[in-house]
């Protein structure tokens, strides 16, 4: 049996510490997600360091809806909802894994996914991959989650764009750091639901930290 949790936070957008997160985008956000799963008197690691997420599947996403701001946390654990500051926004916990194991094959969905999409840098003379990785820009970064669905277990037959305000590091003392992130949705049929389980645990490429990587699966409208 698949254990999972997924937490649904409605953003209260005239808190201040709300404000300050999203000022601070990823990074703020980082740090909020972090603090839900450490032990009392823990101090959280600074954004180098990958603290207590690989034990726990932690994935965060920043979602605008019809009634506002939605901050999405997934994990193995449940979050402590009490390290959240008062009026920080209405939270719900729902146990996820019995959605995950029922699955099948075939069964249609839509999909949401925010990512952070490159492509390998290569020599212009010799065609090789370089060891340094580049943005992907106009089609390649529809083409970049077209091509990687179908391992991941989905085979989408609509997708649409959007790109989101980058996170980059000024806040963090970082200000090299840039990360684009671009919002995938559409309609997929569902190919192989063991990679798909996968997939959806341990998030779908880089910059997991910083609100990429979380696939969720709804049914279709």
Known sequence: MTTAHLTEIRLNTTSRDVQA?????????HRRTER?????????????????????????????????????????????????????GTTRTTELGP????????????????????????????GKPLRNRIPCTGPDITHWW????????????????????????????NPRMRLPLTRY?????ITDPTH???AILHGIGRAKAFGAGLLTLAPPN
């Open 185 to 189: 949705d559409g309609l997929a049929t």
């Open 196 to 198: 798909l389980r996968t």
């Open 21 to 29: 997160d999203l000022r601070h985008g990823g990074l703020g956000f």
């Open 146 to 173: 077209t091509r990687r669905a179908p391992d991941l277990g989905l085979d989408p037959y609509t997708t649409t764009t959007f790109q989101l305000t980058p996170v980059t590091g000024a806040a963090d003392h």
């Open 99 to 126: 959605y995950l194991d029922h699955l099948t094959t075939g069964q249609h969905v839509h999909y949401r996914l925010t990512a952070s999409p490159v492509h390998w840098a290569r020599d212009k003379t010799t």
């Open 36 to 88: 839900l799963f450490l032990p009392d008197g823990y101090t959280a690691p600074r954004t180098n360091s990958t603290g207590p997420r690989p034990d726990l599947g932690l994935l965060w996403r920043l979602d605008t809806t019809r009634i506002g701001l939605q901050l999405l946390i997934q994990s193995t654990d449940p979050p402590d909802l009490t390290t959240i500051p008062d009026h920080y």
